[in-house]
């Protein structure tokens, strides 16, 4: 049995929700998908502000809740704090941008980005370039959609549909929704989409599965070595005993 977590840093259950459901229906027979959600923070990340808040929250519930798990997942798009989780826990860690990127690098040459919401573009593109994986990024496009979308991603099909045929138009082999909201969506849209779109979650869910599955250790040196021995005040105790000395 392999148990996953899958981690929302904002605080939206109904994302959490759907993001477990589409982690679920991916899911291979014997993985386990443990989602959970921030208490406090953003209702939605699209903002660098509400990312840096994000990522207390993801790192958090990571320190908390990754016992007995065999991976972690971070959804939200913008991969919230992925880097400090991976270097903080014992276990692999991936996000859900992160590899819906990787997939789309696998299937064509160029790919395209939708962001949902023209506030965050920029911030979108930082997450694409800290990959290193600008110039693989044949299109991008922003939309902004209404509130309600996050909640009922169905009835915003249309204009996200549009958006995905103007990135093909513009050279794209495959397109990545942006936004863990929107998770699953692809795939109902795919049929009347001229090319593939690529699924965060389920990406990162496949992902983070062969990354249990090699079962490869943690580094012992360099920058993703287990944490040093640090004195923290005031903090979540789950986060300090991260940085606890280790026998």
Request: contains cysteine; charged residues 15%.
């Amino acid at each position: 049995m392999t148990t996953l977590l899958v981690i929302n840093g904002n605080t939206t259950q109904a994302i959490t929700d759907r993001v477990a459901a589409t982690a679920r229906a991916i899911a291979s027979p014997g993985t386990t998908i443990k989602a959970v959600t921030a208490k406090t923070g953003p209702r939605v990340i699209s903002t660098r502000a509400e990312n840096l808040l994000g990522a207390h929250n993801v790192l958090s519930l990571a320190a908390r809740h990754h016992a007995g798990c065999a991976a972690v997942v971070v959804a939200v798009a913008s991969d919230t704090g992925l880097r400090a989780v991976r270097e903080a826990m014992p276990i692999p860690v991936t996000g859900i941008t992160e590899a819906a990127l990787l997939t789309a690098c696998a299937l064509g040459d160029g790919f395209g980005y939708l962001a949902i919401g023209r506030r965050g573009a920029g911030m979108y593109r930082e997450v694409i370039a800290g990959y290193g994986l600008a110039t693989r990024m044949a299109a991008f496009k922003a939309i902004d959609l209404p509130p309600d979308a996050f909640l009922t991603p169905s009835d915003a099909a249309e204009p996200i549909l549009a958006a995905v045929c103007e990135l093909a138009e513009a050279g794209a082999d495959t397109v990545i929704i942006g936004g863990a909201a929107f998770a699953g969506l692809g795939r109902q849209l795919q049929d009347r989409s001229p090319i593939p779109i690529v699924d965060g979650v389920s990406s990162a869910v496949r992902l983070a599965e062969t990354l249990a599955a090699l079962a490869l250790p943690k580094p012992r040196s360099g920058g993703y070595a287990a944490l040093p021995p640090r004195e923290l005040i005031d903090v979540d105790p789950a986060i300090a005993a991260l940085f606890k000395p280790r026998e």
